[in-house]
Nanobody, 115 residues
Framework: QVQLVESGGGLVQPGGSLRLSCAASGSIFSINYANWYRQAPGKQRELVAD???????NYPDSVKGRFTISRDNAKNTVYLQMNTLTPEDTGVYYCNVRVGSQWYWGQGTQVTVSS
């Protein structure tokens, strides 16, 4: 079984930055693939970043150039660096990782961008 613990969310002013972390523990050899999703109130969950086992990253246009996904394989941790945040970035952020053939979800961390 794999457990994911997210951290780093909080309240930030527009234009500010946050770094989210997703630490995996349990029966892990390596994280094959990882995604970060977010869900704003009243909206569907949307993918905001993904990273392959080889390190290839992808972002939707809404966050491209502002968000950066990365991973530390030695720590089994995935990060999401978020810069130049806007109120539209507000929501609950979830990490989603694949270990072996199984996908796992974190519990979510709230990000609120407001003045």
């Amino acid at each position: 079984q794999v457990q994911l613990v997210e951290s780093g969310g909080g309240l930030v002013q527009p234009g500010g930055s946050l770094r989210l972390s997703c630490a995996a523990s349990g029966s892990i050899f390596s994280i094959n693939y990882a995604n970060w999703y977010r869900q704003a109130p009243g909206k569907q969950r949307e993918l905001v970043a993904d990273i392959s086992g080889g390190g290839t990253t992808n972002y939707p246009d809404s966050v491209k150039g502002r968000f950066t996904i990365s991973r530390d394989n030695a720590k089994n941790t995935v990060y999401l660096q978020m810069n130049t945040l806007t109120p539209e970035d507000t929501g609950v952020y979830y990490c989603n990782v694949r270990v072996g053939s199984q996908w796992y979800w974190g519990q979510g961390t709230q990000v609120t961008v407001s003045s």
